[in-house]
């Protein structure tokens, strides 16, 4: 699977963008998706994640009820949808698709995805 982030951009806070993860290959609805960030400094941190067929979703407690992950099978593309930025929100975000987790439990963590994007940049200003 190769992933394509896009959308990403400089944005004030309150403000919304929505990112794209556009997907090749056969393996896309075959696999859970996330999304993870990472900032200056800082270590790259788990965003969203979602299942094969979109039924199940899991966030970090930092963006819970201003994010929202979704996924169109039929597009090979998964959404993440951010409202109400925050300054503290500024990263780069990275889509990444895991072809062997079948606990919702375990879309928070690095080690479940298999294949990573190359990233885009989220700037919110204060």
């Known amino acids: 699977v190769q992933l394509q982030a896009s959308g990403g951009g400089l944005v004030q806070a309150g403000g919304s963008l929505r990112l794209s993860c556009g997907a090749s290959?056969?393996?896309?609805?075959?696999?859970?998706m996330g999304w993870f960030r990472q900032a200056p400094g800082k270590e790259r941190t788990f965003v969203a994640g979602?299942?094969?067929?979109?039924?199940?979703?899991d966030y970090a407690d930092s963006v819970k009820g201003r994010f929202t992950i979704s996924r169109d099978n039929a597009k090979n593309t998964v959404y993440l949808q951010m409202n109400s930025l925050k300054p503290e929100d500024t990263a780069v975000y990275f889509c990444?698709?895991?072809?062997?987790?079948?606990?919702?439990?375990?879309?928070?963590?690095?080690?479940?995805?298999?294949?990573w994007g190359q990233g885009t940049l989220v700037t919110v200003s204060s």
């Open positions: 990444a698709a895991g072809e062997f987790v079948y606990w919702v439990d375990f879309l928070k963590r690095t080690t479940s995805y298999n294949y």
């Open positions: 290959g056969r393996r896309f609805s075959g696999s859970v």
């Open positions: 979602i299942d094969r067929n979109g039924g199940s979703t």
